[in-house]
């Protein structure tokens, strides 16, 4: 068994790069990396020769002791955030899965970003990731039934890029990666599952959700584990609680639906939209009222994300008797005063320049506390929903 075929993407704000190989080369003098069908290395060569030195970072892993061809599907011009993806491939590759080139080729696809420092930590900052992640549609669109898992760096976009993905029509939900560091993100990608079938029947690779594993296939369970459970997820799974584990079967187990009926009747949250013939500017006045149309729960504790079209001016909510509204600052901030509207729902109604990515929370408070911030919440717990292009 080699373990399964993975693609890594390497995203740059021109457009999303694939890592197509990566061999040892013992007549290299030193690791370095190509573009597809160039012979001359790539300008930032030395730096990936860097990476992978004795006692440089990669050395956390067991790095490699011959050099190493690393061949990608194109170049760039600077930054540092092809540093994630590939370590991340070496710690792959080193635990026995092989690099696809293709989406169509893969059993997995990762999307990763970010520079790491001497200990394999993901710096955090502004990598541009709404950007790269956009840039990235059109590739991962070409493959929706492959599982997609992403390491996102700590960040002022990472929120709204988690709500990006999610927002993705695919097969399954993508799974967000551990950020911290290197290692633990290997974890969550390796962890392997507490048990195996043996010797069931084998499917197509890309569609996992559906995989049953053969006997022997222990190099491969945790790659198995992470894309098999990721697929029966309906929502992203919070990057610092592990993922469950289980027996792999044949066809997914039915998920149990979610307990929401204290939370329907605590909370209700619904978009306001202009009418045809209308604008967001004439319902904000009071020329024309919006309609209004109920926020579908997604799964958990989140809401359907929201898309920033041109008729969407707002939000609505409203609380049962004695609970009182916690809205997050992020749409506070991106929003006008609060109106009450005719049925007592508080509105929410965006501003011009407040039209932008973001993800907030709501929650129905008993109206004896004193605020949000005292960590009370109403029986139906806390809501998370997404406003995104």
Known sequence: ?????????????????????????????????????????????????????????????????????????????????????????HGLAARGHR??????????????????DLDLAVLPGDYALLDKIERSRALLAEAPDVPLAVLLPEGPERAS????????????????????????????LTRPAETIPQNPPREPMRRLWRLALPAGAVAAAGLVALVTLGARQTALVDPDVPPATGTASAEPAPAA????????????????????????????????PPERRPVARD???????????????????????????????????????????????????LRE??????VYAVQ???EAKASPEAGSQAPGGRLVHALMR
């Open 161 to 188: 890029a988690e709500a990006a993905f999610r927002a993705f029509e695919r097969a399954a939900a993508p799974r967000v990666l551990p950020s911290g560091n290197i290692p633990e993100a290997l974890e969550a």
């Open 257 to 288: 639906p979610p307990s929401t009926a204290e939370t329907s009747l605590a909370l209700r949250v619904e978009e306001l939209r202009a009418p045809p013939g209308s604008s967001c500017r004439r319902v904000a006045f009071g020329a024309d």
């Open 353 to 358: 320049g407040g039209r932008q990515n973001l």
């Open 364 to 366: 129905a408070l008993p």
């Open 99 to 116: 690099l696809a080139a293709e989406p169509a080729q893969a059993d997995l696809i990762l999307w990763a970003t970010g520079a790491v």
């Open 1 to 89: 068994m080699t373990g399964l075929s993975v693609l890594i993407v390497i995203p740059t704000t021109r457009g999303p790069l694939r890592l197509r190989t990566l061999n040892p080369r013992p007549g290299l003098p030193a690791p370095a990396a190509f573009a597809d069908g160039d012979y001359r290395p790539l300008p930032w060569s030395a730096d990936y020769a860097r990476l992978c030195a004795p006692g440089g970072p990669l050395a956390r892993l067991d790095g490699p002791r011959t050099p190493h061809e690393l061949r990608l599907s194109g170049s760039f011009d600077a930054g540092r955030s092809w540093e994630a993806p590939v370590c991340l491939a």
């Open 299 to 349: 799964d958990g504790d989140r809401l359907a994300p929201s898309r920033l079209v041109p008729e969407l001016c707002g939000l609505a909510f409203a609380t049962a008797p004695g609970l009182r509204l916690a809205i997050g600052p992020e749409l506070r901030a991106a929003a006008l005063p609060p109106v009450r509207l005719a049925d007592g729902a508080q509105g929410y109604f």
